[in-house]
């Protein structure tokens, strides 16, 4: 009997045909982070090639991302240092950036998929996602904050929030928030199994949101652990969480796998600033093929049963898969 493996492999064609994942541009959601002012783009400095921009750059940026065929963002804000305060009360403000900015992108382009971060972290005086009485990051007063702060967002034209503070029991009030404030269409993405990981640091430039004192670790989870993100992401979504998220994507692929062989409800992976920055620097380095670095990256964040990402590479994505 022979067995002759590589015969699916001997040409680009029949590689094409047996290939078992495929990126598509309707995979991926793209990270936008919003700045006050006028015609302002800075460049984040550990995030070659990606950049903070203001509202009216938004609006341009939305309409670009459309005609990519780009159609879901998701969206941070970077709050003035004199507005942060220990409550996130900037949070809440129904003129505040993040609330102008859904409203710019959905201005600009009506159909755009508008997905907003919900957490205090950018608006924490402390720089952590909740609120601090202590020393402690408080749970069930932060959820208070988080469901207001995600009605706000979704009264502001909001499609689908997507908490990122990893406190108990918030997809569940921020739920019955939204029924009561009758948000009935609105979504939630749960980041339900985000993992306290060095590789946000970049991430915490481009926003200014490290905290001020101790790390994320009694909210966010051990990096040692798997089951406790199978009961995390379970909990999610009994509590009415429409997608749920795994979160940093590569080194953790194998919690991506075993939350998609258990979840009912679509399953989204970040990719996240760590994974971007270490791409771009060996690039630029000249130590990898940095074209190559993001298309195999983001198919092996696909074929570990990701059914979405998030990446800062969605328009080089795009690019490359022509
Ligand atoms: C904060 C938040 C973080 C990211 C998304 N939302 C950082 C953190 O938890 O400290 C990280 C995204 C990235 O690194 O690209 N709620």
Redesign the pocket.
């Known amino acids: 009997m022979y067995r002759r493996n590589r015969i699916l492999r001997q040409s680009a064609a029949i590689r094409s045909l047996v290939a078992e994942t495929k990126l598509s541009t309707d995979d991926f959601i793209v990270?936008l982070f919003i700045i006050e002012g006028n015609n302002e783009r800075q460049e984040i400095s550990s995030m070659p090639g990606y950049y903070r921009i203001s509202i009216d750059l938004l609006a341009n940026e939305a309409k670009t991302l459309w005609a990519m065929g780009l159609k879901s963002v998701l969206l941070?804000i970077k709050c003035a240092d004199d507005k942060k305060d220990n409550k996130g009360t900037e949070a809440l403000n129904p003129d505040g950036l993040m609330q102008r900015s859904i409203k710019a992108v959905k201005h600009a382009v009506p159909d755009m998929l508008v997905m907003t971060?919900v957490?205090l972290?950018?608006f924490s005086s402390y720089g952590h996602?909740g609120i601090v009485e202590d020393g402690q990051i408080v749970n069930d007063a932060t959820v208070e904050v988080l469901a207001a702060m995600s009605v706000s967002h979704a009264a502001a034209g909001a499609d689908i929030v997507a908490p990122?503070?990893m406190m108990d029991g918030r997809i569940a009030a921020i739920r019955e928030a939204l029924e009561d404030s009758n948000f009935k269409q609105t979504g939630i993405m749960a980041?339900s199994a985000?993992y306290a990981s060095c590789?946000?640091?970049?991430?915490?430039d481009a926003l200014d949101?490290a905290?001020g004192f101790g790390d994320?670790k009694t909210y966010?989870m051990d990096y040692a652990n798997r089951l406790e993100a199978i009961k995390e992401v379970r909990m999610d979504i009994e509590e009415g969480a429409d997608i749920v998220m795994v979160?940093?994507a590569l080194a953790y692929l194998d919690i991506i796998r075993e939350v998609k062989n258990i979840s009912d409800v679509p399953v989204s992976a970040?990719n996240?600033?760590?994974e971007?920055a270490m791409i771009k620097a060996a690039a630029k380095m000249g130590w990898i093929d940095e074209d190559k670095a993001i298309l195999e990256t983001l198919t092996a964040i696909k074929r570990a049963g990701a059914d979405m990402i998030a990446t800062?590479f969605a328009k080089d994505a795009v690019r490359l898969l022509g």
């Open positions: 990270p941070f971060d957490a972290d950018p996602d990122s503070d980041y985000k590789f946000y640091g970049p991430f915490r949101s905290p994320k966010q979160k940093p970040y996240i600033s760590g971007y800062y």
